[in-house]
C-alpha cells in the first residue's frame, strides 16, 4: 500500500469498516511510515472533534441569543 492508496481507506479505517486483509496492509504501511502514522492521528483527532462539536446540537437555544441570529443559523445550515 502506498501513502497515497492509504488516504483513500482513511474514513473507513477510522470507523472500523475495512476488510480484514487491507486492514491488515494498512496497519503495516502505518507501522513502517511514519509520516502516514502522523497522519492517521491527526485524521483520528479531527474526526473526533469534529463529533463532539455537534454534541448537544438540538439543545434548546438560550434566551439571550438574538433571534435573528438563530434564524440566520438555521437558514444556513439548510443551505449545506
Do not use: N, Q, W
Not at 54 to 74: M, S
Amino acid at each position: 500500500m502506498t501513502c497515497r492508496e492509504l488516504t483513500d481507506f482513511l474514513s473507513a479505517y477510522v470507523d472500523g469498516e475495512l476488510p480484514d486483509d487491507v486492514r491488515r496492509r494498512f496497519d503495516a504501511h502505518v507501522a513502517a511510515c511514519p509520516a502516514c502514522a502522523t497522519y492517521l492521528r491527526s485524521y483520528a483527532t479531527t474526526v473526533k472533534l469534529a463529533k463532539g462539536a455537534l454534541d448537544g446540537a438540538d439543545d434548546p437555544v438560550p434566551d439571550e441569543v438574538p433571534e435573528d441570529l438563530v434564524k440566520a443559523i438555521i437558514s444556513a445550515r439548510r443551505k449545506t
